[in-house]
């Protein structure tokens, strides 16, 4: 089985900084100097994550520094939405392709998909295609997978997050990005459903230091391989000692 991931991992672990919130939750998330795409790009390097995730545009304006290109791996969002729509089915179409991705620097795409929603088999052909031409271009192909939608009545269900970590195994991706479940009990049974794809824990709305890092020890504690996160980091003012602390926990 080929590592594609290899080129986003350390000691086979992930800190991957999340930034497509201008997108995905509008202006009202970039709070401080995080609307400003160089203040991440430069906090994801001076605070030693191992990825960054942007969306198209941001990244063929902003990642086409050398000293970004040299030392952050990027990921692209090849897929996004707004929450200006009402969002009881939810789908999010691919405003880029894996080729353009490639051709932008990215060593991965990521791709939403809302399971439980009316539009589930439409992620599925989507992310399927997108899985094997991430494969032929010798790049990860990565799942962010949210419950969500009219047949879903509680997003982070311990059975339902179990369920999408199987799909995640099921589906090729190479790594799953996941919800904190509600409870604590099922992130062992979460690592040993999705096998030999990996999985990371998505941060979440920012709540206290305290929480935030008692749950990444608790998912890396039941083998998770990592976290994908942006609020819990960047809306805060001292963004690079809390990577700090988090880096310990991962590595
Ligand atoms: P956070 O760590 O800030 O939660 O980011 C993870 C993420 O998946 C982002 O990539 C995305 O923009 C956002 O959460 C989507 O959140 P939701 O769909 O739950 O509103």
């Known amino acids: ?15 991957f900084l999340a930034y497509d919130h201008g997108f995905e939750h509008g202006p009202k998330d970039l709070i ?10 430069d906090l994801a390097v001076q605070g030693d994550f191992t990825g960054i ?7 063929e304006k902003y990642y ?23 969002n009881e089915e939810p789908y999010s179409p691919i405003n880029c392709s894996v080729n ?9 795409v990521g791709y939403t998909i809302y399971l439980g929603s009316e539009y589930e088999n439409k992620s599925f052909e989507d992310f399927g295609k997108i899985q094997e031409e991430a494969h032929q271009l010798n790049m990860a192909a990565i799942a ?15 059975e339902i997050i179990k369920y999408a970590a199987r799909l995640g195994l099921e589906l090729g991706a190479d790594l799953i990005k996941i919800k904190y479940p509600d409870t604590e009990n099922v992130l062992k049974d979460i690592v040993n459903l999705a096998g030999n794809t990996k999985v990371v824990l998505s941060g979440g709305e920012k709540e206290s230091e305290e929480e935030f890092l008692t ?29 700090e602390k988090l880096r310990k926990i991962i590595f």
């Open 64 to 86: 086409t520094d050398a000293k970004y290109q040299r030392h952050i791996p990027l990921i692209i969002k090849i897929n996004g939405k707004t929450n200006l729509r009402p």
């Open 1 to 15: 089985m080929k590592d594609y991931l290899k080129p986003l991992l350390k000691n086979n672990k992930a800190m």
């Open 100 to 108: 353009y991705a490639k051709k932008l620097g990215a060593q991965a």
């Open 144 to 158: 962010w997978i949210y419950p969500r939608g009219k047949a879903i009545l509680k997003e982070n269900d311990s």
């Open 215 to 243: 749950k990444v020890k608790q998912v890396m504690a039941n083998g998770f391989s990592g976290v994908a996160v942006g609020r819990n980091i960047w809306q805060r003012p001292d963004a690079l000692t809390i990577a």
């Open 32 to 41: 401080g100097k995080s609307y400003d795409p160089n203040y991440i790009l």
């Open 53 to 59: 995730i942007l969306q198209k545009g941001i990244a």
